[in-house]
């Protein structure tokens, strides 16, 4: 237990927790004055981008991970129901995880020999005669290159809780009669409800925390994250600070949501 | 039912083709002649792997083999990531193993770990920032094995916890009822039954390490890691195929990784479910 608690609180809770009072000082060029001041918070609520930045923000993030469900719950719905063989699943879900464990970078430029002017989709529609189309340097290239890497994360959780739902209580629905569909949704949908949920809070923060993908593809688009990141690479740590704060906040109901109605607890112990 | 079901499965198929489409690319054009990243090849060379350089030539024209930046980051990496493995072993199967008993706390402790995967890499990464500033301290190995190793133990917790033998704690309420000594208990009883489980999560421990940028680039100093320095390269370089003949290099090694990791994870498999 102690090493977790360790490790978490040291890695975790304290640097976080710094965040707070750094976003009540003053800044003045070059470095950080601790005299309380509420002008870090007041210029950015009243900044004239702000409002367009976080609708951005929750756009891009709550499309990536209504998106993701439409793919990841198939998917896992057809790993838990219909592929019985096990290796061949654990196969498949080890194989879903490479995207994911590629190079940052190296995921990001990949694209572009798939969506760039001369990349394989123009390729292949200027052979069929077509116009070459733009793909890269827009949110359709930053939907696709999340979607490759978050859908991952949306799926898993949804199929830990498909494998804990108990056969009898389908085959009982069968036997009353129920029909294909109640099956579907007042025993399958609703029983993956804790994995679903936890899927979204999942996709959800990765997206927000992720400030190097917009910052390449987005086409100019501007997030939360990646106005944390330019404020903190030019040292305005007061100003990031009290952005960082807005995020926190997103994070602690996110967790809240995890807690109480995805029961994540429940998906992993518990039983 | 029959059509839906082989749709379904078409789905899964499409969907794994998708994700790996742009990785095939990578590897495909990594041996392309030109050095714009375009359909169709010129040729199949492999100069961006092994060509002797012949002057000075731009970065992004120098080959695998002669850039001497990306052996020091890839030799840094690899130690990086190694001590982020084991460390992430220990955390998650201490941690792993305290969940399972009814003791005070332990939902507390299941959501501070889960805090480190939940709050946004950015916000960490800042605050880490200012706290070692604050400290006075200088951003060494452990600060970025730490700000890893955060990330990497909840990943670790889910995996292994969600694939515990639902009767382990009866073997080892049995073995202490037969006053085995804790010590051997972990022994002879429970490392046996969760090796498979300690080993992968070791091994995921090392890959989401080996990718990581969003955190580990607060932590950036001296010689970077891997995705650091591929990071930086790619913001002042144009992107030739030197880069892809990087990126296949470096995901051939997840990629062993993780066939390594399904081989493991499906023998625990074949005896459940």
Request: one cysteine or more; charged letters at 10%; aromatic letters at 14%.
């Amino acid at each position: 237990m102690l090493p977790g608690l360790a490790t978490s609180v040291l890695g975790v809770i304290i640097p976080l927790l710094i965040l707070v009072p750094v976003s009540f000082y003053k800044f003045r060029f070059p470095t950080v004055i601790p005299e309380f001041t509420l002008t870090n918070y007041v210029g950015y609520i009243f900044s004239a981008q702000t409002a367009s930045i976080l609708l951005n923000t929750f756009g891009l993030s709550g499309l990536t991970c209504f998106l993701a469900f439409l793919i990841g719950y198939p998917v896992a719905y057809t790993l838990t129901f219909k592929i019985r063989n096990a290796v061949l699943k654990t196969y498949i879900i080890s194989l879903l995880m490479v995207p994911f464990l590629i190079d940052w970078s190296i995921r990001t430029v990949a694209w572009i020999s798939v969506l760039g002017v001369h990349g394989f989709i123009n390729y292949m529609l200027s052979s069929a005669g077509i116009e070459p189309i733009r793909l890269l340097l827009s949110p359709v290239s930053l939907y696709v290159i999340w979607l490759q890497t978050y859908t991952l994360f949306m799926m898993f959780p949804i199929y830990l809780a498909m494998q804990r739902i108990d056969p009898d209580y389908i085959r009982a629905a069968q036997v009353l009669r129920a029909s294909p569909r109640r099956v579907q949704y007042d025993i399958i949908f609703k029983l993956s409800m804790p994995g679903i949920v936890t899927g979204f809070a999942f996709v959800f923060v990765s997206t927000l925390g992720d400030y190097v993908t917009p910052s390449l593809w987005a086409g100019g688009i501007q997030t939360l994250g990646l106005s944390i990141a330019s404020y903190a690479g030019n040292y305005l740590w007061p100003q990031a600070s009290a952005m960082s704060m807005i995020m926190l906040v997103m994070t602690l109901v996110v967790m809240y949501l995890l807690v109480t109605v995805g029961k994540i607890k429940k998906l992993l112990y518990e039983r | 039912m029959g059509i839906v079901d082989n749709l379904l499965k078409l789905l899964v198929i499409a969907f794994v083709g998708l994700i790996y489409l742009p990785a095939v690319l990578v590897v495909i054009l990594s041996f392309n002649q030109s050095s714009a990243i375009a359909f169709p090849l010129t040729g199949l060379t492999l100069d961006w792997y092994v060509k002797k350089p012949v002057g000075y030539e731009y970065a992004a024209l120098v080959s695998l083999l002669y850039d001497w930046g990306f052996w020091d980051a890839l030799r840094n990496s690899v130690t990086n990531s190694l001590a982020v493995a084991a460390l992430t072993a220990v955390i998650v199967t201490s941690s792993a193993l305290a969940l399972r008993h009814r003791v005070r706390g332990r939902d507390q402790l299941f959501y501070l770990i889960l805090l480190g995967f939940i709050v946004p890499g950015v916000t960490l990464g800042l605050g880490s920032t200012i706290l070692y500033s604050v400290l006075h301290m200088e951003y060494s190995f452990w600060s970025v094995v730490l700000i890893n190793v955060v990330y990497t133990v909840p990943f670790g917790l889910i995996l292994m916890m969600s694939r515990f033998d639902p009767d382990l704690v009866e073997y080892e309420r049995a073995a202490s009822t037969l006053r085995a000594a804790p010590i051997s208990v972990f022994r002879r009883i429970t490392a046996p039954l969760i090796r498979w489980e300690i080993i992968s999560a070791t091994i995921f421990g090392f890959l989401l390490s080996w990718g990581e940028l969003i955190r580990t680039g607060f932590m950036l100093k001296g010689t970077p890691v891997l995705s650091v320095y591929v990071y930086t390269q790619l913001s002042v370089n144009p992107l030739t195929p030197k880069f892809y003949a990087m990126g296949t290099l470096i995901s051939a090694v997840s990629f062993v990784g993780l066939v390594i990791l399904g081989f493991l994870l499906s023998r625990g498999a074949g005896g459940q479910r």
